[in-house]
């Protein structure tokens, strides 16, 4: 079953997401450059889902570094960059470039409950200029910062805003399972709010 607002904000209550926006937030009043409210890619609770904001953090690109091939199992950080975080009267964000793919981490930290599974879904505004969330599920027992991962399927650069909507999650409820996330020690267990690689 797909779990509602008023059972996000129960569970966020004692923890769930942290920090909680009970509301879907589209204006911020803290703009430091203009001093009155800016519209924001929004986050915050929807009628059955949350949308969570990207961590001004990090944000990595992946580069090509000649004579290598990616493997997943003896990741390379050597293929990552760090993308600079700029500011203008629109906010703070990061450039992905075209054609390009990038790994960014939620500024929320998730304690996912033990009958839960965790969807992550993109932003339709981010999925009309060719921006592809390709999230993983966050499995029932994990905890931490969710690692986002973008490609850029567009010719132009894009801008990825920080502190604002990304994507969103879908909390749906199953049958209690023998064994969670947290129970066999899984390897993303307790990601701090930086990018994570692939590991084995």
Known sequence: MLKNDRWIAAQAAVGMIEPY?????RLVEDDHISRLPRQVLSFGTSSYGY???????????????????????RFNPANLEPAPLHQDADGRFFILP???YGLGVALERLRVPHNI???????????????IANMTPAE????????????NSSGADCRIYADEGICQLLFFEGDPCETTYQDRQ????????????AKV
């Not at 926006?21 to 937030?25: A, M, N, Y």
């Open 98 to 100: 075209a054609h390009t």
């Open 51 to 73: 949308d969570i904001r990207l961590s001004p953090a990090e944000f990595l690109t992946f580069c090509h570094v000649p004579g290598t091939v990616m493997n997943p199992k």
């Open 21 to 25: 926006q009970q509301k879907l937030v």
């Open 140 to 151: 029932a027992g994990w905890e931490g910062h969710l690692t986002l991962e973008f490609s």
């Open 117 to 131: 599974t965790v969807i992550c879904l993109g932003k339709s505004t981010y999925a009309r200029l060719g921006i």
């Open 186 to 197: 899984g390897k993303y267990q307790s990601q701090p709010e930086r990018v994570v690689p």
